[in-house]
Each structure stands twice: as C-alpha cells, then as structure tokens.
C-alpha cells in the first residue's frame, strides 16, 4: 500500500504497520529480546519521522500529497536532514539505529530453520522498506516545488525544531547503546559472505525500484489502478 500511496501520513502509518508485523514474526519465532530490541529502535526512529511530517503539513497548510511538496531541502533543510536520516534509519542504514536490530533479525532469520517462503519474505520486505522510502523522499525532497508560488516555508519554529534535533541524537547514537543493554553479550553470527550481503543486495535494488516507480508517469484515474491503493477501499481514513 505505501508504494503507491500518494498521502504523507498514511505511507508513514502503513510503514509502522510493517514494521509491528516484523516484530511480531520475530516474536513468534521465539526471540522476544530480539523483537523488544526493534520495538525501542523503531519507536525513536518512527518518533522522529512523524515529528518531521507533522512539521512539514503545518508548513504546507495541511496538505498531506506529497505530490504537491518537492524541493523542500531548499525551503526546510533542518527538517529535511531529520526526516532523511530517520529513513535511513528505517531502511537499515548501518550505525544508526534501525541497522543493530534489522540487521541482527535478518542474520537470526538466515540462521534459523525456516522454509524459503518464509526467508524471501523478511528479504522482499526489507527491499519494499527502502523502495517505498526512497519514492517518499524523491517526492518530498527533489524536483520542483509544487504548491502555491507565493506561499513561504521555514524552519523557524524552534520548539518543533528542538524536539526533533534531539530526537535525532537518539535515532543515531541509541542503536549501539541499546545494543549494549539489551544483548551485553556480543553476538557472533558467522554466515556466508553470500547471505551477509544480501541485506545490501535486497536494499540497493529497493532503492532502484523505488526511484523508478517515482518517476512513473500514468493515469491515476483509470479505475484499475485504484486497486493498488487501500485508501480506494478505506476511503474513510
């Protein structure tokens, strides 16, 4: 649904949808410090994000399209710099937060005894996390700005940017740490140098996909293609 979801708040909402059944798939394979591990990285990460949106359609007068945004390095940089390292976060970004415990649940996964259904899964769905990452910050981020012409963007509003800055010490730095409380323990996993990198495989072709479907030009009122998008069904929300 997030790929080809046009809202701002509802591809954040689908993404955290995502991740709460990646803790709870850990969490039924029996590693529950593993699962509560993901859960505190995810929720300093996925704090931030929503913070950096809520700021971003206060600024845009409400509007959550992100069709209509474009070019906001240039008018919110701070803001844009949070958002951006929030979803590098989320994707896996070694050394910040989300890398320690996405990394260590895709290297659990190659260990355990699970069927190849199941091991593609956790892959696909890793790729997919950074696909629809990069089509949010490519719509966002670049281009050209789409809103009104006269209407003005800032990053003035400092108790908004506060919360977010040290927010953000959290989202790099708290990965490592709570790696240090949770596992004291180090943990050594040792596994083919083929399934080491196929995080980084599976992420840079994400990545690709996602920058390809962001430039995809079609018609958005053929009825066929309201299927892709579960707001056609849940047009409530």
């Given amino acids: 649904g997030a790929i080809f979801e046009f809202d701002f708040k509802k591809i954040i909402a689908f993404s955290t949808l995502s991740q709460l059944g990646l803790m ?5 394979m029996g590693n529950y410090k593993l699962a509560f591990f993901h ?36 008018h919110m940089p701070l803001t844009c710099i949070c958002m951006n390292i929030s979803k590098l976060a989320l994707c896996g970004m070694p050394f910040l937060a989300g890398f320690y415990s996405k ?7 190659s260990m355990d005894f699970v069927n190849i259904f199941i091991f593609l899964l956790f892959f696909v769905s890793t790729g997919l996390t950074v696909c ?3 089509r949010l910050c490519y719509y966002s981020i670049t281009g050209d700005f789409n809103f009104y012409s006269l209407h003005s963007l800032n990053d003035e509003g400092w108790i908004m940017l506060k919360s977010m ?26 596994l083919p140098m083929e399934l080491k990198m196929l995080a980084l495989f599976v992420s840079v072709i ?19 293609l309201k299927f892709y998008s579960y707001s056609y069904f849940f047009g409530f929300i």
């Fill in 24 to 28: 709870m798939s850990i969490l039924s």
């Fill in 39 to 74: 859960l505190l990285t995810h929720a300093l990460f996925k704090a931030l994000l929503f913070m950096c949106a809520g700021a971003i359609i206060h600024n845009l007068k409400d509007t959550q399209d992100i069709r209509f945004m474009g070019n906001l390095m240039v």
């Fill in 103 to 109: 990394d260590l649940i895709l290297e659990v996964v």
């Fill in 132 to 134: 629809y990452s990069f």
């Fill in 165 to 190: 800055l040290s927010m953000l010490v959290f989202v790099i730095f708290s990965g490592s740490m709570l790696m240090w409380l949770i596992f004291p323990t180090p943990i050594m996993i040792c």
């Fill in 206 to 224: 994400g990545a690709w996909v996602g920058y390809e479907m962001a430039k995809f030009s079609v018609s958005w009122v053929s009825n066929s």
